[in-house]
């Protein structure tokens, strides 16, 4: 399986280097993320720094350019996303027992889905894709072969939190209040909604009225 994992990766990597070059910035792999044990990993591909430094983007190193996702047990992988863009690293946080580190939590995944905040374009014509255009919600399924867009451009996905016991994900957005296109600060307007685990079907909108 190791001597099969590489072989895939070289494949991979002369894809990213060489295939994509020629449309666009240069990339390269990131770590990957176990997201179906049976079958699946995810492999994520960034922009190297020359991009990055560049206008086109105003943050650096905290989004993915793509996802790869490799099944394992057939020895074949595809994008995720059909044109690279700009998505949110997976996040990890801390599960603690008794004052104790037990694991590290993966928050985007649960046993259907990996949740995933994409900028997909510059709204707010600025010329880059920056913190005031919007994050859209996506929910891809663990085995990389079904992708949902769950929320679009008129509103921003702040965070969300993972209630994956209870069977939900609890979302945080912002609206834009003067329709300008750009989420700033003075855009004050948040409200949380859920999310179902099973269905992705929206709860109403919790609101402070």
Do not use: H
């Given at each position: 399986m190791?001597?099969l994992?590489a072989?895939v990766?070289?494949?991979?990597?002369i894809?990213t280097?060489?295939?994509?070059?020629?449309?666009?910035?240069a990339?390269y792999?990131?770590e990957?993320?176990l997201?179906d044990s049976a079958?699946?990993?995810?492999?994520?591909?960034?922009?190297?720094?020359?991009?990055?430094?560049s206008?086109?983007?105003?943050f650096?190193?905290?989004?993915?350019?793509?996802?790869?996702?490799?099944n394992?047990?057939?020895?074949t992988?595809?994008k995720i996303?059909?044109k690279?863009?700009?998505?949110?690293a997976?996040?990890?946080?801390?599960s603690?027992?008794?004052g104790?580190?037990?694991?590290?939590?993966?928050?985007n995944?649960?046993?259907r889905?990996i949740?995933?905040l994409v900028?997909?374009?510059?709204?707010?014509?600025?010329?880059?894709?920056?913190e005031?255009?919007?994050?859209i919600l996506?929910?891809?399924?663990?085995?990389?072969?079904?992708l949902?867009?769950?929320?679009?451009?008129?509103?921003n996905?702040?965070s969300f939190e993972?209630f994956?016991?209870?069977?939900?994900?609890?979302?945080?957005?912002?609206?834009?209040?003067?329709?300008?296109?750009?989420?700033?600060?003075?855009?004050k307007?948040l409200y949380?909604?859920?999310?179902?685990?099973?269905?992705l079907?929206?709860?109403?909108a919790?609101?402070i009225?």
């Amino acid at each position: 399986m190791n001597r099969l994992f590489a072989t895939v990766l070289l494949g991979l990597a002369i894809f990213t280097s060489d295939g994509l070059c020629q449309k666009g910035p240069a990339k390269y792999f990131g770590e990957p993320i176990l997201t179906d044990s049976a079958s699946t990993l995810f492999i994520p591909t960034r922009y190297n720094e020359e991009f990055l430094s560049s206008n086109k983007i105003a943050f650096w190193g905290g989004y993915y350019a793509n996802i790869v996702a490799y099944n394992f047990q057939t020895d074949t992988y595809r994008k995720i996303f059909d044109k690279d863009t700009f998505i949110e690293a997976v996040r990890n946080s801390n599960s603690y027992s008794y004052g104790t580190r037990t694991a590290d939590v993966l928050k985007n995944l649960t046993k259907r889905w990996i949740f995933l905040l994409v900028k997909l374009k510059d709204t707010n014509n600025s010329g880059r894709i920056d913190e005031k255009d919007p994050s859209i919600l996506f929910a891809v399924s663990t085995d990389g072969q079904t992708l949902k867009q769950l929320t679009d451009q008129t509103e921003n996905v702040i965070s969300f939190e993972n209630f994956e016991k209870q069977g939900f994900l609890l979302i945080k957005i912002q609206r834009d209040t003067n329709n300008d296109k750009s989420f700033k600060t003075e855009d004050k307007e948040l409200y949380f909604k859920k999310i179902n685990l099973i269905d992705l079907a929206f709860g109403k909108a919790i609101e402070i009225e």
